[in-house]
């Protein structure tokens, strides 16, 4: 299980679903379920990833348009307790894990989306995860 429970200063899981959703991220920014899977790889990796360098990828490579700093801040801050919750959760209590997994009209889950975001992260350092 997740632990993510943000602080007042930033976005709910509604809110950074609708934002990465939204215009104002770019067409092949990460899902939830994406964002999830590629944030318990980069946490599980071999090797430690900066957030420097991952932080971009969720966004498809391209800084979202934010319509103000505190915005911004939100989004990130959302993004850094979704992290620390997946670390929080694997550390703690690995066996309670469980992914953050997305599901279609009829209420089907699609593993893909989650899978498709745990590989993009092993791609950033596909020599040590060999």
């Known amino acids: 299980m997740n632990h993510f429970s943000p602080k007042p200063d930033v976005m709910d899981i509604a809110e950074l679903d609708a934002f990465l959703a939204s215009d104002e991220a770019a067409e092949d920014c990460m ?3 994406n ?12 090797e430690m990833i900066m ?5 971009p990828c969720i966004f498809g490579l391209k ?3 934010f319509q103000s700093e505190q915005q911004a801040q ?12 997946i670390l929080g959760s694997l550390s703690e209590a690995p066996e309670e ?3 953050f997994l997305s599901y279609d009209e009829k209420d089907k889950v699609i593993f ?12 950033l ?5 060999a």
């Open 63 to 65: 800084e979202p348009d």
């Open 97 to 99: 894990y469980e992914p």
């Open 125 to 129: 350092r596909s020599k040590a995860w």
């Open 51 to 55: 957030p420097s360098e991952w932080l």
């Open 35 to 46: 964002m999830d899977g590629f944030l318990t790889a980069i946490a599980i990796g071999p």
């Open 74 to 85: 939100a989004l990130y801050g959302a993004i850094m307790e979704w992290y620390n919750g």
């Open 112 to 123: 893909e989306d989650w899978a498709i975001g745990f590989l993009a992260a092993m791609e």
């Open 31 to 33: 899902n939830l379920s």
